[in-house]
Nanobody, 127 residues
Framework: QVRLEESGGGWVQAGDSLRLSCAAS????????MGWFRQAPGKEREFVAGIAWSGQITKDPEYADFVEGRFTLSRDGAKNSAVLEMSSLRPEDTAVYYC?????????????????WGQGTQVTVSS
């Protein structure tokens, strides 16, 4: 049984940084992808970033266009965790951020391809 737990959300001013962490348990296979999605009030849940690995080989992360180089996603295989480091945050980044896991090595923006989800963590960016 896969369980995901997000942490690190909070309230920041525009231009500030946050680090979101996702800790996973119950990953029985060696090929996985972990990703981050976000959902603002009244909007669709959208893909932010994803990273896949096979054993100890980790693929380069993929990012949504709106990230524009501001975010970095990394993976700690020993801890089954994924860390999203966000900088230059904007008010439009305000959303609930969700960690997700799927069978690798594929990474895609369709939320329905990701069967395992965390509970979400709130990120609020003020002007």
């Amino acid at each position: 049984q896969v369980r995901l737990e997000e942490s690190g959300g909070g309230w920041v001013q525009a231009g500030d940084s946050l680090r979101l962490s996702c800790a996973a348990s119950g990953l029985a296979l060696s090929i996985y992808a972990m990703g981050w999605f976000r959902q603002a009030p009244g909007k669709e849940r959208e893909f932010v970033a994803g990273i896949a690995w096979s054993g100890q080989i980790t693929k380069d992360p993929e990012y949504a266009d709106f990230v524009e180089g501001r975010f970095t996603l990394s993976r700690d295989g020993a801890k089954n965790s994924a860390v999203l480091e966000m900088s230059s945050l904007r008010p439009e980044d305000t959303a609930v951020y969700y960690c997700a896991v799927r069978r690798g090595p594929g990474i895609g923006p369709n939320r329905y391809d990701w069967p395992h989800w965390g509970q979400g963590t709130q990120v609020t960016v003020s002007s």
